[in-house]
């Protein structure tokens, strides 16, 4: 299983959010009773991989001797827990060779070529996908998570430096916070501005000794904090999630919204559109010709649907005929109303278990209604029949044509999504 996708490229704020992500992939509530202890060795296994990851030092000893630079120096991998190096591949698709080495990520992110674009008022958005069951969509859904963000150092109020210190002038980039760089582009030279590694990008920075003790100069500290976020009943699909001001804090800027995204989960019985949702039920012969009174569905709150059928006298039900229950679809959002239920009747016919003496069906032909007056024709042909043709086969033989639809078909189930 995928813990997360990252570019090689990927900057703190990319394995942050990858270890966020991760927190609540595993958060107890995401998974069954059964697979909880292994999800808590793989949520201990991913911390440590964050932890190496965000550690400048440590990951330069990841970078340059694998993992065995940490197992062997009191840091040993718990019993049975999935190999970090795995781990580490998974969420960041590939070796981490290319990520050390990455210029100047430490501080704005990247910068494209060209001048340096003015500061934001505002941190970035932290933006993300969050998959949500049906049920829970059906009942709204509280979910706790901790989460690692930074935040303005608290000693030196996001100055970098001592109280009475003052930051020198960057001399690699002349205090311009990048520089230009030739790169070699194929056979041609090309310039390109990059963030000054020196500086990090400010274009000034403090003398180890005037660094400030409790951020060592990064202006910023992580910071372990408890979220909550809340899914209200009836939400959708692209609906969003806002932790306002809970993104990374960065010296002289509003912090930006931590905004989960929601991605409803397939459902397994239900299909929803809108506010609507619509499932198949079964029903034998017997009963869409005589009548019965039953569950015929559990809802996704869990509770039985009961039919009694027929309503009118004689009435019977006919294979995909379509049973509308008002107000038992999903919640509407800020009201009380519901969208409607959509029960599509499937008539299961006796299988070949089924067994009628000739008295049996003689009874049938009197019962049921007549067939239609005969065809008539001339000549009259009788011919022999597979009783186990498949639709599938219709136009295979003819190469091109057979195939071509056949695969369009395929790769798009028909289904329902009007709104
Ligand atoms: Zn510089
Ligand atoms: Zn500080």
Redesign the pocket.
Known sequence: MQVLEIHQSASKDDIRKAYRKAALTNHPDKVPEEEREEASIRFKSVQEAYDILYDDDKRHLYDTHGMGAFNGSGEPGMAGAPDLDDLLAQMFGGGMGGMGGMPGMGGMGGMPGGGRPPKPRRSPDEEQDYEVSLEDLYKGKTVKFSSVKNII?G??KG??GKEKATAKKCSTCDGQGHKEVLQRMGQFLTQQSVVCTTCNGQGSYFSPKDK?K??KGN?TTEEKKLLEIYIPRGARQGDKIVLEGEADQVPDQEPGDIVFKIVEEEHPVFARAGSDLQTTIDVTLAESLTGFSRVVLKHLDGRGIELNHPITPGAILSPGQVLKVPGEGMPMKRTDARGDLYLVVDVKFPDSNWNPTPAMIEKLKEILPKPEAPIVASPVDEVTYDPKGSIDDFGAQDGDGGSGWEDEEDDEPAQCAAQ
């Open positions: 150092c000693l030196c100055k970098g400030c409790k951020c202006r």
